[in-house]
């Protein structure tokens, strides 16, 4: 019923650069993001990351947290080489950037098929989380989460979005805050993690607090991280805190109680507690649980 992912704070890191890998693999970031795509030039780089990548994961490096490499896009030449070098153990999956339509995400689940059948791996391991990053994606988004059972999440790039757009990134977030909703409703529709942008004011962590405390109202579940200091704000809003899981606890008895006597809400602290109260108290303590077992 619920996602078995847990996916907190999904943080991009360089696959070239040895540093910074090894900076990531001592961090607490649910999901790491190894970048071959944009972060990763001149293009020459673009072997050296997979090469790296592909020592760094079979040597146990990142063997505490999910890793999904940002690929390069199906235009680039790169992709196929990307896909075929590092479909391997310890790789849960791979960040899909310009997913326009729900038929890009078709053809990458296709291309990974090809490839697990070709190595003998079952069809279905490596899962996809397509980056939302134009105004064709955002008006998309729901056949996007629908297009491959492989979709885990889908995050927002709202840079991308905003040059595609013509618009202006306003330090209110005026600007994207209905991609961001649209976003959010398309993943939680079709049982798909929400991701958030990420935020480039990376020193700036009172601005991420407001936009962590926004994104969160509006549904997400995580969001995009370019630097281990956002992590731990985005872990405490992202979490459930210990009043959450106490009244969430409670909220299940008082419900189970008031089911053994025939009644089909419960009051607690003068509230009525029906039954969509009840799966978001369920939600909650999943989530918790996740995030003890991480």
Do not use: W
Not at 141 to 153: G, L, N, Y
């Amino acid at each position: 019923m619920f996602n078995k992912h847990l996916m907190r704070s999904l943080m991009f890191v360089p696959g070239h650069n040895e540093r910074l890998m090894k900076s990531a693999a001592r961090s607490n970031a649910d999901v790491l993001l190894l970048d071959i795509e944009d972060s990763v030039q001149p293009v020459e780089n673009k072997q050296m990351a997979r090469n790296k990548i592909i020592e760094m994961v079979t040597n146990g490096d990142f063997k505490n947290h999910q890793v999904y490499p940002r690929v390069n896009d199906r235009e680039s030449g790169e992709l196929l080489r990307d896909i075929h070098q590092l479909t391997i153990d310890g790789v849960q999956g791979f960040m899909y950037p310009k997913s326009q339509t729900g038929q890009d995400v078709y053809f990458f689940d296709k291309l990974l098929e090809t490839i697990e059948y070709e190595k003998g791996i079952p069809v279905g391991t490596f899962k996809i989380i397509p980056l939302i990053e134009t105004s064709a994606a955002v008006l998309n988004a729901q056949e996007i989460c629908q297009a491959s059972p492989r979709v885990t999440a889908i995050a927002f790039g709202c840079e991308d979005f905003i040059g595609d757009l013509g618009g202006i990134h306003d330090h209110e977030g005026k600007s994207i805050y209905n991609p961001r909703a649209l976003i959010a409703m398309a993943a939680k529709a079709n049982k798909v993690i929400p991701i958030d942008t990420v935020h480039i004011h990376v020193h700036d962590l009172e601005d991420l607090e407001k936009n962590i405390i926004l994104a969160k109202s509006l549904g997400f579940e995580g969001m995009l991280v370019l630097n281990p200091k956002e992590l731990p704000l985005v872990h405490q809003y992202y979490s459930p805190s210990e009043k959450e899981i106490e009244d969430a606890k409670e909220m299940l008895e008082l419900y189970k109680e008031a089911q053994s006597e025939g009644k089909g809400v419960a009051l607690m602290n003068g509230k009525f507690i029906g039954p969509p109260m009840v799966i978001m108290a369920k939600k909650m303590l999943h989530r918790h649980e996740l995030i003890k077992t991480k």
